[in-house]
């Protein structure tokens, strides 16, 4: 397997994830020697002895018979390099995994590149190195190599603040103060340089315990923004917990879009009205509102194939995701797919339930398959089940009268309307195929707008409130 190939790229990286996930997340170590000790343990009692998912093998046993096969491993160790551009605090150090490593005083650059290995850290200035040093365990560390700093430099320091004959010195021009309030000046002043990094060090330290890695991320970015005054504090912390939460929405919409198996993302904003303007736009949008799944009713497309049916449930599905609410998308062949094989596992009550636990549930293409035997009676008892009690999205190219011929039978068809359409509402799509829209020229004239819908015969308790079309063809407007 190669790493850079597509094909087997995520083969190699998958158990990086596997041990991210399985092994690391809830775990905390004291010192490396402790990590090892525990995923030694981690692999001898739950990695290596599991039955792997793809290949149905144990891991241990596998990776016997493949052993004969590896190449030895290198001699020397891998030099593996972590490169980290780093800034260098007041105090002429720069932090590095929660540690401090001094920099030599005659450092003229601001930031340095810092290149972390297994065992050293080195630190370049202008890609010239200028600090080696051991790599700190555990956190809030510090070190300061002996050569890195000048220590005349410090003395003079003292002798200036002490140094009461250079203050007379300096003239009848100096306000006399008392000498206590430069003594209370010095303290806040070096207050202020020791507690600057480890306040950072402490955020920092809090914002990984919080489990706010964007926040984390963004952190050194937005204090050069504070310390240049180009936001003032408030802002900073709205920055901070904005960024995290994004990441968050966005990675339980991410979730909840994969749960509820909505692979493919179309959205309101994607969709051209101008198109279809049989379509009534205010009402797609108040359909996005979702005061339908909050009162649980059930909401039909119908419309000729590639008109949009797909593209408006999945759209208001997602709009549903956003907002909180649990969704699951499935087209009617896969519901009924699912609803046999779960009879035939006698399990059939289980999987109703699991179909009526989302708020809203997508049953894609009504009609563009025969529905197998039973399968109408089957799909009856889920919606029997999900009555009044959670919203559908439903989509057909089939009008309703044409219901008991899709599922095999008249009688069901009919038991299913009554449900489906009690609390409902219809949207009717007259238009021509979006998928073919290039190719509208081609086809003969009559065939152009006609929708091969046949209209609902039943009296629907909630009519299609659509706008008609404004003219004779509406696909011919665009
Ligand atoms: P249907 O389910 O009615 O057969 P789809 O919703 O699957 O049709 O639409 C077919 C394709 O055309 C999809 O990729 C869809 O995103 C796109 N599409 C259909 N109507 C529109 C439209 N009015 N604006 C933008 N894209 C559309
Ligand atoms: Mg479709």
């Known amino acids: 397997m190669s790493a850079y190939r597509p094909k087997t790229k995520g083969k190699v990286e998958r158990p990086f994830r596997y041990i991210r996930e399985d092994f690391f997340l809830a775990r905390s170590f004291r010192n490396l020697e402790d990590l090892n000790a525990q995923l030694r343990h981690w692999l001898d009692t739950v990695a290596n002895p599991r039955v792997h998912a793809t290949t149905r ?11 004969a096969a590896l190449r030895p491993l290198p001699l020397a160790p891998f030099r593996s390099v972590l490169k980290l551009e780093r800034r260098i605090g007041r105090e002429g150090m720069v932090s590095v995994g929660g540690n401090f490593y001094s920099v030599p005083d005659a ?22 190195l200028i600090a080696t040093q051991p790599i700190l365990e555990g956190r809030h560390q510090r070190h300061v190599e002996p050569g890195h700093r000048n220590i005349h430099v410090h003395t003079r320091r003292q002798r200036l603040r002490n140094d009461e004959v250079i203050l007379h010195g300096s003239g009848d021009r100096i306000a006399q103060r008392p000498l206590a309030f430069y003594d209370a000046v010095a303290r806040v002043m070096a207050n202020a340089l020791d507690t600057t990094p480890s306040t950072i060090d402490r955020i920092r330290h809090d914002l990984v315990g919080l489990k706010m890695p964007r926040a984390l991320e963004a952190l050194d970015h937005v204090v050069r923004r504070l310390e240049k005054g180009e936001i003032a504090a408030l ?23 994969r749960m509820g198996r909505l692979a493919t993302v179309k959205t309101l904003a994607g969709f051209d009205f101008s198109f279809q303007p049989s379509l009534d736009r205010d009402r797609i949008f108040t359909l996005a509102q979702l005061g339908f799944v909050a009162r649980c009713e059930v909401v039909h497309f119908l419309g000729p194939p590639g008109t949009g049916k797909s593209h408006l449930a999945i759209a208001l599905a997602v709009e549903a995701v956003k907002a909180g609410k649990s969704v699951y998308f499935c087209t009617l062949a896969e519901l009924i797919a699912a609803l046999q094989r779960a009879e035939r596992d006698g399990r059939l009550q289980e999987r109703i339930r699991f179909f009526c636990r989302p708020a809203l549930l997508v049953v894609d293409e009504i009609g563009y398959l025969p529905v197998v035997h039973g399968g109408g009676n089957l799909f009856f008892q889920l919606v029997n089940a999900r009555y009044e009690k959670g919203a559908m999205i439903l989509t057909s190219n089939r009008g309703f009268a044409e219901w008991g011929e899709v599922f095999g039978d008249p009688v069901v068809a009919t038991a299913l309307l009554d449900r489906l359409l009690h609390h409902a509402v219809v949207v009717q799509i007259e238009g021509s195929s979006y998928r073919l829209r290039q190719h509208a020229e081609l086809m003969p004239e009559h065939l152009r707008s006609k929708a091969s819908i046949t209209p609902p015969t039943l009296n629907p308790p909630s009519r299609p409130r659509g706008r008609p079309p404004k003219n004779g063809h509406p696909s011919a407007t665009v």
Not at 57 to 67: G, K, L
């Open 57 to 67: 093998r144990v891991v241990n046993e596998a990776f016997a018979e493949e052993r």
């Open 235 to 257: 802002e900073a912390m709205d920055i901070l917990l904005s960024e995290e939460l994004t990441l968050r929405e966005n990675s339980r919409i991410k979730t909840a879009l």
């Open 107 to 128: 450092t003229r650059r601001r930031v340095v590149e810092v290149h972390t290995l297994a065992e050293e850290l080195r630190i370049f200035e202008d890609g010239a």
